[in-house]
C-alpha cells in the first residue's frame, strides 16, 4: 500500500484511541466522584468492609485518571503534528463514556455483582437509566464517528 493512501487512517485512529481514553477517565471520574463519594450510593467493591471499599475506590479513581492523562498525552501529540480532528475526537469522548458507563451497568453491576447503582432501594428504574443515558452516548458518538470517518487533518482545518 502507498503512503499517501494509509496516512490518513493513523491519525483518525490516533483521534479515537485519544477521545475513548478521556472518555474512560471521565466516565470513571464522574461515577467515583457523584456516586462513590459525595451521594456514597456504593463503592467499586461492596462485597467486603468498608475499608476495601474505600481502597477499591482508590484503584478506581487511579485508573480514571491514568486513562485521562494516557489520552491527554495523545491528544497534545495529535495538536502537535497538527492531526486533530476536534469532531471525531469529541465522538470518541462520548463512545468511551457511554461504553465504559454500559460496561459498568451491565458487566459490574449485573455479572459480576462487585456493586449495584444503589441500596434497599427498586433497582430498575436506575439500572434503566444509566444504561439508557450509556446507550444515548454510544449512539451520539458513533453517529460522530461515522460523519468524520473520512476527516483528515488538512479537511478539518488543523
Known amino acids: 500500500m502507498s503512503s499517501s493512501r494509509t496516512s ?3 491519525p483518525r ?10 472518555g474512560i ?8 466522584v457523584i456516586f462513590h463519594q459525595l451521594l456514597q450510593w456504593h463503592h467499586f467493591y461492596d462485597k467486603s468492609t468498608t475499608a476495601a ?8 479513581h487511579a485508573f480514571g485518571w491514568f486513562a485521562v492523562v494516557a489520552g491527554l498525552f495523545l491528544f497534545a501529540d495529535l495538536r502537535r503534528r497538527s ?7 469529541a465522538g470518541a469522548i462520548l463512545l468511551g463514556t457511554g461504553a465504559f458507563q454500559l460496561y459498568d451497568g451491565t ?9 449495584q447503582i444503589r441500596y434497599d432501594v427498586p433497582l ?4 434503566l437509566l444509566w444504561n439508557a443515558s450509556a446507550a444515548l452516548m454510544i449512539l451520539a458518538g458513533a453517529v460522530l464517528l461515522h460523519r ?3 476527516d483528515t487533518a488538512a479537511a478539518a482545518g488543523s
Open 83 to 89: 492531526m486533530l480532528l476536534p469532531a471525531r475526537w
Open 25 to 32: 477517565g471521565i466516565a470513571a471520574f464522574v461515577d467515583e
Open 107 to 115: 458487566v459490574q453491576h449485573k455479572l459480576m455483582g462487585l456493586h
Open 8 to 10: 490518513p487512517v493513523r
Open 13 to 22: 485512529r490516533r483521534n479515537v484511541l485519544s477521545g475513548v481514553l478521556v
Open 53 to 60: 471499599g474505600l481502597f477499591s475506590d482508590g484503584l478506581f
Open 124 to 127: 430498575l428504574p436506575y439500572d
Open 148 to 150: 468524520t470517518r473520512h
